[in-house]
């Protein structure tokens, strides 16, 4: 069994015998993917030789563009196939993109096992089984949304977590990055903002990022590959908006900060005059920040508005998006808006009735991303007597967060239009990178396999068995994971 997650479109063992690495030698096509693919063999313990004349003992990694990589048939003209062969004395990644030679890379990476004490006689730290595989993912957007403001969670923490979900070769963090509690970036045309930005649930200390931090961020993101999605949510969940704004509320008067965790009591007014100029400036500022094609405008939960009223936001947040050329995206209540084609909607809850909806939207060009909370909300508690989390959407054991189809979510939805699947964790009730991680980990791996690995293709108890192979990497890469009695760790 080899401990691969998510698991590949074709995966052939040979009899050969596995690699011995003493160290690894790298012949990559530019400097800046040779040192995060050093970095991913790093953490497995590889030591990366970068002299011309390597030690005795060192294999070639050799990574190569080439547009004949990856599977025969699904996926076969996918920009992120790629394939990799371990045997004969050689490692060889093959990719049409830079991307999928970082995918073998991490492939590679899950399947080298550490010789036991460091170092073996013959001066080995590491082998590898020798191995074909032949790679690409069934859906493009793979992502993981993650909430940073209930509790603040900050760069360091934040690039924690784009190495977890590059590991699993995920490619989107979606941030949730302004709340009723607290609002977490700096918008340079409204600097008042930063006043919310020191309050989280529960009160205490927190922060948020300033547009260098955020420009850091996505530099070191889009080094793996991944894609940051900056979201503001409105027009409800806009408290820590409106206690800096009082010119946004309905009598004037701002609003005080909230550190509790109840929804959908605050929001903004279509016809309010300082309204439009907000939106204007916030989604502006972010829109010219984000080198990503995307800004999420949230939507969610606006309990005390009527519909015509929710419609026109719709239509305003994601007009200004378009102006500032990017791809709006919403939650799933965005659907109850003017809907262009191309519009992103993240499912998120079970609406039977908003079912029609959600299709019409479909039909009229909108795009699903799959975030079902019974599935793919990894703040969900466990079981009910796990301390951490929530459990409105149930409990989410990992087989829960493995075992659903993302066609099949919707009623009528066709399948054409889902764009690809969503993690979720909110962090209501998480407030260290342990705790996170506890909650990420194992579920995370599995939703990535949802995304990735063709429906035919996956098996619960196989993945339960990959998933305890890999724990070892997770504790040597301090990453907290919750020990459920579903994998025979
Ligand atoms: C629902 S998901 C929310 C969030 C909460 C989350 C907790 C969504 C669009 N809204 O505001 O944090 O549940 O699980």
């Known amino acids: 069994m080899l401990p691969l997650i998510p698991w590949p479109t074709e995966v052939t063992e040979s009899d050969d015998d596995a690699l011995r690495l003493a160290a690894v030698r790298l012949d990559a ?36 563009l080439d547009p004949a990589a990856g599977p025969a048939g699904p996926g076969s003209d996918g920009p992120e196939r790629y394939t990799l062969r371990v045997g004969d004395g050689e490692i060889l990644a093959t990719a049409a993109e830079p991307v999928g030679l970082l995918h073998a890379a991490r492939t ?26 032949h790679d690409a993912p069934r859906y493009s957007w793979r992502g993981l949304s993650f909430d940073v403001v209930r509790h603040w969670f900050g760069p360091e923490d934040i690039r924690a977590v784009v190495d977890l979900v590059g590991a699993f070769k995920l490619r989107v963090l979606h941030l949730h990055l302004t709340d009723d509690q607290g609002w977490r970036i700096e918008i340079p045309s409204r600097p008042e903002l930063e006043k919310a930005s020191d309050n989280q649930v529960g009160g205490g200390t927190a922060g948020y990022l300033t547009v260098d931090d955020y420009v850091a961020l996505q530099e070191y993101a889009a080094a793996r590959y991944v894609t940051i999605v900056p979201e503001f949510d409105m027009p409800g969940h806009v408290n820590a908006a409106t206690h800096v704004y009082g010119a946004l509320t309905s009598d004037g008067l701002a609003t005080d900060a909230y550190d509790g965790i109840e929804v959908g009591f605050s ?9 439009e100029p907000f939106l204007r400036d916030v989604i502006g500022d972010l829109a010219r920040t ?15 508005m009527d519909h015509g009223e929710f419609a026109q936001f719709v239509e305003l947040a994601a007009r200004i998006v378009r102006e500032h050329g990017k791809t709006p995206i919403f939650w799933q209540e965005g659907a109850r808006g003017p809907v262009e084609p191309g519009t992103l909607l993240q499912y998120w809850e079970p609406k039977g009735e908003e079912f029609e909806r959600f299709v019409a939207a479909a039909d009229a060009g909108a795009r699903f991303v799959m ?7 990894l703040d969900m508690k466990y079981t009910s007597e796990h301390p951490l989390g929530l459990e409105w959407a149930g409990t989410v054991e990992l087989r829960d967060s493995y075992e659903w189809e993302p066609t099949a979510v919707i009623d009528g939805l066709p399948a054409s239009a889902v764009e690809g699947v969503s993690a979720a964790v909110w962090t209501e009730t998480l407030t260290t990178r342990d705790e996170l991680f506890s909650m990420l980990l194992p579920r995370l791996g599995a939703v990535a396999e949802v995304a990735w690995t063709a429906a035919a ?24 994971f919750h020990p459920t009695p579903q994998v025979a760790w």
Not at 120 to 131: C, L, R, Y
Not at 267 to 275: K, M, Q, S
Not at 371 to 377: D, F, L, T
Request: hydrophobic share 50%.
């Open 267 to 275: 929001r903004l007014w279509f016809d309010n005059p300082a309204t």
């Open 108 to 133: 590679l990476r899950q399947l080298v096992v550490p010789a036991a004490d460091g170092t073996a006689a013959d001066g080995a730290a590491a082998t590898v089984p020798a191995v074909v595989v």
């Open 290 to 304: 984000t080198d990503g094609a995307w800004v999420h405008v949230g939507g969610d939960e606006v309990l005390t």
């Open 29 to 64: 096509p530019d400097p800046a993917l040779a040192a995060v693919v050093a970095e991913q063999l790093a953490a497995a313990g590889v030591p990366v030789s970068e002299d011309a004349d390597p030690p005795a003992g060192a294999v070639t990694f050799t990574l190569r």
């Open 457 to 480: 293709a996956k098996d619960f108890d196989a993945f339960a068995a990959r998933t305890a192979a890999q724990a070892p990497a997770w504790r040597s890469a301090g990453w907290a």
């Open 371 to 377: 975030s079902p909370g019974n599935h793919a909300y």
